[in-house]
């Protein structure tokens, strides 16, 4: 894998291909993944009665979506990257430069409206790049990504230096308050939603996601389907760049500020939701409903182990052990990862 | 005395059988053919065999012993050694490398010794008489027949007590040169399952034989008692003759459609022109490696030519080619997928608008295209790796028909194919073409091309160096002339 | 043929990469070397050499695995969870301090053969499961050391960064681990697991036991790993939960300034050292150079992609000036 240019499927898959594809209902064993989540999803609420006395509850539901909602943006772009069979590693910089370029943008005097937009522009360009390297050259998008990443990073530190906290615009910062309410449900919620239909439509309803599903197939059959590879890996990119982009700008918001390190956590849960939530790493599967159910899955989680006042290091046991249980759980499930 | 019993094995992958209740027995020291179409089961045997795959039912016993299923360890150590028809060395290793594995020479169990490995793999090329390959070179730099020959020496180098080949003369230059080997191992002992589909072969060495059709063993015979048509028909389930859709007539063929003026792509292409008409359907027949990838896939847009040009006509169509490629499972499908995503994707201009998918008209457009192939609605919803080959290819086919090419490109078309489907893709190509479009067709088989083509090009060396037409289009002559024995056009 | 050449053809391919590698480091440091006045000493030189040695022992472990085709984030957790074991029992129990590496260090072959068993038996993706391990094992060094902390005997840290001599015992551990590559590239498993990360499939139906060959090179680099951790924990006489997290990004680079081919089946463990030489250098040229320390990531980005860019390169100036006459079939899809 992990090349932006995916292999055709030559190489055995690691069961022998005696392991056939499963018959009978079955058969649409990549819904059933993202259906899996969704049910564990539910499961895992009234079970946060263990966690803590005072859940399940309304708002731990509203935090899960609200805090959700960062990670389901991110592992949006992250999974039309892994789609297409490639992996984006410049996650962290491109919401570091999202939420950089709007605070500081919106301290020079432009308008915070105006600033949003040219970050996300920036980021997207950023992808872009990502994409015109891998498709170009077909450099393997593990490293293109990677390399990308830390030379913005290294741009971000170089031209931040002494003040790299930046402060978000009030109307920004006002957004995420949980006052802030739209028929009594916080805007971040119906960001929440907003982004989720939006996610579900671009990857299941736009010709790039068909394209995107054939691309991480196969690059070689997609050609053969007129498909333009190149036109396509720079698209995805990009618009996983412009995802991240806007996961930086509402990071801004919702803590009123932030620093170069905002986007640090997010790379791992990133990559951590678009696996749980059932999408192959090789490319080729997996759907933007499972993606969903992963983060908040792994929001909720976090937000559980949080909640039982249990060492940061039993909070990341933990939520490794998820993602190994819910890779086998797949595996279980349909025979095939 | 029988050496090799195979009982009752059956294996489904998804929705396809691919060998139901098949039983062969072969004895030491003879050569037992194994005959199919392709997609007949002859591959997936083999790769019960070999442990590959394990079966879902049936048992295997080789020399008396049991064979445990599913352990490519121990088909080895049993004894069986396999020449497989996707040639099964890693590119990156050497000759010498794949002639030795597993069993790699050490110094001391520590290091490779090249030293060794060399001389080991040296004496094995000399003894079967294969000492023109260079052991130190890598897999990958070697021509398709080189790797046959080294996939065929590595079987025989491992004193298998049963050899079993898998279309072993596909790419070789010099089929004798195989004969010649498995002679001299039959005659030390060993029995060797020989798998073709070219009945010239099984008569030239089969003492024995099984026909396999569809999955099932469907008749079992011995040398000379059978004639090749007899073979065929087992082969195909009907006689072949009446196979072929009706030609074209002088009439109904219209204007130049495809005009190759020189067209110089790859390596291996040098000059080859060419005019195809509406309504004509023009094969290419030509050996491994005489520049018939190069001049499709360099019409197809995926090969920048070098020079020469090429001229499509403004009508009939909506592009100008479009091309059902060699291997569908890695170049055509999708196969994460299901069908109807594999039929519709060229075409998403006629089920979106501004980049929306209107998932009706997708659904709509998907079983229009499958009813123009013959492809039963529930298909469309499978996985298209569950489908069989037959219906994989057709998906391909009328995917690449649906496009609406002005020149429609088929490269091998009936390669895994089954023959009631092979059938279905000759009525299929015939009516594309007497719509008034332009067909070239690749082959590797020249009875395909002599009875479905109106005119057959003979490809030789990457240049055309005969035509055949009319009364001239005979199996023999297009043979004599893709072998370079022939000159001009031959009428 | 003769004992060098015995020695020196390898049963896979070529040995471009390690030269081009070789190059790439010669320039990196050598540039270091040239601006600089003051790492022109012996001193100066053991320094380097010991700042290098924790990520070429890690980008060897993860060049094993990405040779059978595979990606091992676990790294950082086992650097991680060595780190802080080991700063949290040497100094409690210096008498025991060999005892303490050989444990670390079966632990970290512990958790390679559990990533290996995860990633062949059970048939998961090495990225994601190794993904998972990763995250646990960096939850189990949080609980053992929750912020940075312990210490380590002072002796233990000089005997691993100290020189002997004129001779850096750094350089002597990097050219044991060098000739433990090699060793094993041209051992019968490190032949296998180059075909097994060329093509899988074909490795099985040549007979090489596929699944094994797998498991040996997870185990082997988690084992790596763990050493690569004590090391580390030399040179910053501490623990620190995080430690290896830098360590998930900078293997990846050392092994693309390596050559190190990402599909697998292909480049050299020796390569991966020589680039996580060039990685360690970069930093130093900057500060030589007097640019400011923000810019080292750009700099190590740059390289990286022109270290990719640099096989392309030179195949394309190859194939302009000679045609290509013995090329195989087929044509680029």
Sequence with gaps: ?337 | ?491 | MSIVESLTRRSIGTNRETRIALIVFVACYGAVLFVTPYERNSYAFNNFAVLMTPLAIAAVGTTLVLITGGFDLSVAGTISLSNVIAATTMAKHPDAIPLIMLIVIALGLLIGLVNGLLVVRAGLQSLAVTLGTFIILTGIALVVLPAPGGEVPEFFALALTDPLGPVPIALIVLLLLAGACWAFSTSPIGVAAYAVGADRQAALMSGVRVGMVEIVCYTLAGGLYAAAGLYLTAITASGDPNAGRPFLLTCFAAMALGLVGFRGGSGSAVAAILGAGSLVALPKLLFAAGVEDFWSGALQGSVILIALAIPVITMRLAASRRPRTDVQEGVPA
């Design chain 2, 1 to 491: 005395m029988t050496h090799i019993e195979i009982r009752n094995v059956s294996k489904r992958f998804g929705a396809t059988a691919a060998l139901s209740d098949v039983s062969m027995s072969v004895e030491t020291g003879q050569i037992h053919g194994l005959l199919g179409e392709n997609g007949a089961g002859k591959s997936t045997l083999m790769k019960v065999l070999s442990g590959v795959v394990r079966p879902d039912a049936g048992k295997v016993n080789i020399g008396g012993h049991r064979l445990q299923l599913g352990s490519p360890r121990a088909s080895r150590e049993i004894g069986l050694a396999m020449a497989y028809q996707e040639l099964s060395a890693p590119p990156n290793i050497t000759v010498a490398t794949k002639l030795c594995l597993p069993k790699l020479p050490t110094h001391f169990g520590f290091a490779v010794s090249q030293r060794q490995l060399t001389e080991r793999a040296r004496a094995r090329l000399r003894e079967w008489e294969a000492d023109h390959l260079d052991p130190h070179a890598v897999i990958s730099a070697l021509s398709l027949a080189a790797r046959q020959e080294v996939e065929i020496v590595a079987a025989l180098s491992s004193s298998p007590k049963l050899l079993v080949l898998d279309e072993p003369t596909a790419a070789l230059s010099d089929p004798n040169w195989l004969f010649r080997q498995l002679e001299r191992v039959t005659a030390a002992g060993a029995a060797v399952i020989y798998i073709t589909h070219k009945l010239n072969e099984i008569n030239a060495i089969c003492d024995t034989g099984t026909v396999l059709r569809n999955g099932r063993a469907v008749a079992g015979f011995t040398r000379g008692e059978l004639s090749e048509d007899e073979l065929v028909e087992l082969m195909i389930g009907r006689s072949f003759n009446h196979a072929f859709p009706a030609k074209a007539d002088q009439s109904s063929i219209g204007e130049v459609v495809l005009d190759v003026s020189d067209l110089t792509a790859g390596v291996k292409l040098s000059g080859v022109s060419m005019k195809v008409r509406a309504g004509e359907i023009v094969g290419v027949a030509g050996l491994e490696g005489q520049g018939q990838r190069e001049l499709f896939y360099a019409l197809a847009g995926e090969l920048r030519p070098r020079a020469g040009t090429v001229t499509v006509s403004a009508k009939p169509g909506t592009v100008d080619f479009s091309l059902v490629p060699e291997e569908r499972k890695s170049e055509a499908l999708f196969l994460q997928m299901r069908s109807d995503f594999n039929l519709t994707l060229p075409l998403t201009s006629q089920f979106s608008r501004a980049s929306v998918v209107s998932r009706r008209r997708e659904r709509q457009l998907s079983e229009k295209v499958a009813s123009e192939v013959n492809l039963a609605p529930k298909m469309l919803t499978q996985r298209i790796a569950d489908l069989s080959g037959g219906n994989q290819q057709k998906v391909v086919f009328g995917r690449a028909v649906a496009q609406s090419p002005r020149c429609l490109l088929l490269f091998d078309p009936t390669r895994g194919v089954d023959a009631a489907t092979k059938l279905e893709i000759y009525k299929m190509t015939r009516e594309f073409a007497a719509k008034g479009h332009a067909v070239l067709v690749y082959s590797t088989e020249i009875p395909e091309l002599v009875g479905l083509c109106d005119r057959v090009c003979s490809l030789y060396g990457g240049q055309i160096v005969a035509e055949h037409t009319a009364d001239g289009l005979i199996e023999s002559s297009v043979m004599r002339s893709v072998l370079g024995r022939s000159p001009e056009v031959v009428r």
């Design chain 1, 1 to 337: 894998m992990t090349s932006g240019i995916t292999e055709p499927i030559v190489n055995a898959p690691r069961s022998a291909d005696s392991q056939s594809a499963p018959t009978g209902p079955r058969r649409d064993w990549m819904r059933n993944q993202a259906l899996i989540v969704w049910v564990l999803l539910l499961l895992c609420l009234p079970l946060s009665r263990l966690a803590s006395e005072s859940f399940p509850s309304v708002s731990l539901v509203a935090n899960v979506l609200i805090l959700g909602l960062f990670l389901a943006v991110i592992a949006f772009g992250q999974g039309l990257v892994v789609l297409t069979g490639g992996i984006d590693l410049s996650v962290a910089s491109s919401v570091a430069l999202g939420a950089y370029l709007t605070g500081s943008l919106w301290a020079a005097g432009i308008p915070a409206v105006v600033a949003v937009i040219l970050a996300v522009v920036a980021c997207t360009a950023v992808g872009a790049i990502n994409g015109l390297v891998i498709s170009r050259f077909g450099f393997p998008a593990f490293i293109v990504t990677l390399a990308v990443g830390t030379i913005l990073a290294s741009v971000l530190l170089g031209v931040a230096r002494g003040a790299p906290a930046q402060r978000s615009p009030e109307g920004l910062a006002a957004l995420f308050r949980q006052e802030t309410t739209l028929i009594g449900v916080p805007v971040a919620i119906w960001l929440f939603l907003v982004m989720a239909a939006v996610g579900l439509f671009v990857q299941h309803k736009t010709t790039l996601g068909l394209r995107a599903y054939a691309l991480g197939n196969s690059v070689p059959a997609a050609r053969n389907a007129r498909v333009n590879v190149a036109r396509v890996t720079v698209s995805v990119y990009g618009v996983a760049g412009a995802a991240y982009g806007l996961a930086g700008v509402m990071l801004l918001g919702y803590s009123s500020g932030a620093d170069l390190n905002v986007g640090e956590p997010w790379l791992l849960p990133s990559i951590a939701a678009v696996v749980v939530g059932g999408a192959a790493i090789r490319g080729g599967s997996g759907t933007y409903s499972g993606t969903l159910a992963g983060a908040l899955l792994l929001t909720l989680i976090g937000i559980d182990i949080s909640a039982t006042g249990l060492a940061e290091g039993y909070k990341q046991i933990v939520y490794g052990a998820v993602i190994l249980i819910a890779l086998l759980g797949s595996r279980l499930a349909g025979r095939r990862s």
